[in-house]
């Protein structure tokens, strides 16, 4: 099992573009989150997932969107970048609610 | 405000010593993880802890849940260069939403 995989691991942004972070997993998980963590600091939740269609806003949820159409993927979408967004994102899954959270790699994304 | 507040930040220490890391918070969780991140990867979880005054031990690593579930301690003993890394400590708050929400963390730095 690859677990959970992110892609891309790294981009650059220009203000105002947009973008879609990549995530999938390879467990059958059907909870899935979106964090950001910013340089030394803990991760916020964004957005996550309790299913397939089934999607809600997290603490941080204002630039971003997420959609679940399958239990395997979760992508989450940057409309218009803005440099408040550059971070470190992270998906992740777990078996059960808010349960033993399986992190992928990240994706360290800058805008300027 | 961190809904959970780690201590110290910042730690260095020599390979050998021991050290304690905290993490407080005003409201109950019904259940605290513990994670490790090393650079340039996601967290990976260390333990759960789920009953007040619940002590596991992980080899070298000690953790405790208060008696009132309203903070946890992890200990480190004999501390060794591979312990290096982000320690984040994240709790269910059944008062704040049920999302699961991360400390700052604590950087730890073992020299050899």
């Known amino acids: 099992n690859a677990g959970v995989t992110q892609t891309p691991k790294f981009r650059i942004l220009k203000i105002g573009q947009s973008m879609t972070l990549q995530c999938t997993q390879d467990m059958n998980h059907n909870y899935m989150y979106w964090y950001r963590q910013d340089p030394g600091m803990g991760l916020k939740l964004i957005y996550y997932?309790?299913?397939?269609?089934?999607?809600d806003k997290g603490e941080v949820p204002n630039g971003y969107n997420v959609s679940r159409s399958t239990t395997e993927d979760f992508p989450l979408r940057l409309e218009l970048a803005a440099p408040s967004q550059t971070s470190v994102y992270f998906c992740?899954?777990?078996?059960?609610?808010?349960?033993?959270?399986?992190f992928g790699p990240g994706t360290r994304l800058t805008v300027l | 405000t961190q809904l959970l507040e780690q201590s110290p930040q910042f730690l260095s220490i020599q390979e050998g010593e021991n050290l304690t890391v905290y993490c407080n918070s005003s409201?109950?969780?019904?259940?605290l993880q513990w994670y490790r991140q090393e650079p340039g990867e996601g967290p990976v979880l260390l333990v759960a802890v789920v009953t007040g005054g619940e002590v596991k031990k992980l080899k070298r690593l000690t953790f405790q849940f208060g008696d009132a579930r309203k903070d946890s301690s992890l200990h480190i003993t004999a501390a060794q260069p591979g312990d290096t890394g982000l320690y984040l400590c994240a709790g269910v708050d059944n008062n704040a939403g049920n999302m699961l929400t991360f400390g700052g963390g604590t950087r730890l730095m073992v020299k050899p």
């Open positions: 409201s109950v969780f019904s259940s």
């Open positions: 992740a899954s777990s078996p059960i609610r808010w349960d033993t959270q399986y």
């Open positions: 997932s309790v299913g397939a269609g089934i999607t």
